[in-house]
Structure formats: C-alpha cells, structure tokens
C-alpha cells in the first residue's frame, strides 16, 4: 500500500536490485514473428553483478531469477523471483544466454525438469513450456507485497527514533490480515533494512519487497521505541487494487 500504481511492471524494478535485467525469455515476440520455441516466462537477472559471498562461501550457482511472469510455465510449476536456476533435464546452465539457448531449442508442450536453488535448500521443479507469447498478448510479473503504508523521515528523525541517519522509513498504516500485520509489524515502527539492503526511501522499500519473490520470507530490520527488532514477513501477491 506504499506503492503507487505504475503504467508498466517493469518500472517497478531497479537494475541494480534484480541483478541488471537482461532480454531474455519472458520477453515476447513481435506480432508476426514465428514462435514455435519453448517459452518459461521469467526475467534472468546477471549471476556477474552480484557481489561475491564475502564469508568465503562459493559463488552462488546457475542463473538469478528477477521476475515470474503470472500464469506463465515459471509461474505455475512454482518458481519464485530470487529463486537460481542451475539445471535444465540435468544439463547446468551458468548464464543467462545459456538458459534461454536451451529454452528456444525445445519445443512447446515439453515437460523440462528445472535443478533450482533457493536459499540454501536444492529443489526440483517440472515445468510444461509453451509457445512464445506476442506483445499483443500483454504480460505481467508477479510483484510481492506486505501491506504497509510508509513516509519517508529527514535524517534528524531517523536518529531520534533509533534508526541510522542515511535509512529508515515509518509505517503509517498496516493492512489488516496482511503479511505485515502477521509479522508483527506496527504503525510507528521505523523500517530500515529489508531483505538485507538499507531501506532509504518508501521507493526502496517497494522495490525491494516487490522483487522479493511472492510466496518468500523477508526479513525486516527496525526500530520501535529505540530498540532494534527483526521480523520475518512472508512475501504475498500484490493485489490488483494497489
């Protein structure tokens, strides 16, 4: 409820909070063109923008998902925004060249098994491709949401209420039943950190949450009453009303 209704999905994304989006296989084809190749619906994100793991870990592997496309194959065999794609029928992928190459070879109709990693957890996912859509057809990417309403604060009052000069948002409203509201989250709670990236601006906050990836949990670092509290909210569908 902090988001403003945008003319198109993709203005909602910040290259550099889904990783630089690239053209890739949820983009659809020209009116007229031929599409007689398999088709996933997802937005790739660029496994090479994002920072090295600085506890030493291994870089993260495969292919970064930025955005499902609604009712699209991705969407319906359950893959998530955030979500990596490492595998297509067993075969890695490392790229997102690579991942749509492998796509448009297979034919529509096809049952793809999909290795994916979420977290820290391994999954296997099935998803049926289909043709090619066309830009007549109007695609739109699920957007994540919590149902909160947001100001943004001058740095003064970010420090007076415990929060850091350079982040931090306050809730003005919380949606009743929502995700925020089952979280815990409150009217006068000052937001400054969700889903590891400093909360500057009630813009950011939308960003973030909407490129989290519905059916994710967040974490959601604040401050009430000068104290520092983290909550866990599970990412919902943004509704079509917001």
């Known amino acids: 409820m902090i988001y403003s209704h945008a003319r198109s999905p993709w203005k909602c994304f910040s290259p550099a909070l889904v990783l630089g989006l690239f053209v890739t296989v949820a983009f659809p084809a020209a009116a007229g063109e031929e599409a007689d190749y398999g088709w996933l619906g997802v937005v790739l994100g660029n496994p090479r923008a994002q920072l090295e793991d600085t506890s030493g870990k291994p870089a993260p592997r495969g292919v ?40 448009r070879a297979m034919e529509p109709g096809r049952w793809v098994s999909l290795t994916v990693e979420r977290g820290d957890d391994e999954l296997s996912l099935d998803a049926r491709l289909t043709e090619h859509p066309t830009k007549s057809e109007g695609l739109r990417i699920r957007l994540a949401w919590i149902g909160v309403e947001a100001i943004n604060l001058p740095e003064s009052l970010r420090l007076h209420f415990g929060a850091p000069e350079d982040a931090g948002v306050m809730i003005s409203a919380v949606e009743t039943a929502g995700p925020a509201d ?47 509290i983290t909550v866990e909210a599970l990412l919902a569908q943004r509704p079509p009303k917001e």
């Open 64 to 103: 970064p998902i930025a955005g499902v496309v609604e009712n699209g194959p991705a969407a319906k065999a359950g893959l998530r925004a955030q979500d990596r794609i490492v595998a297509v029928d067993a075969v890695a992928v490392s790229s997102p060249r690579e991942l749509q190459a492998t796509v």
């Open 182 to 228: 089952a979280a815990g989250l409150e009217v006068g709670d000052v937001v400054y950190e969700a889903g590891g990236m400093p909360v500057a601006s009630t813009d950011e906050l939308r960003r973030i949450v909407m490129a989290g990836g519905v059916g994710n949990t967040m974490e959601i670092v604040l401050s009430r009453y000068g104290a520092e």
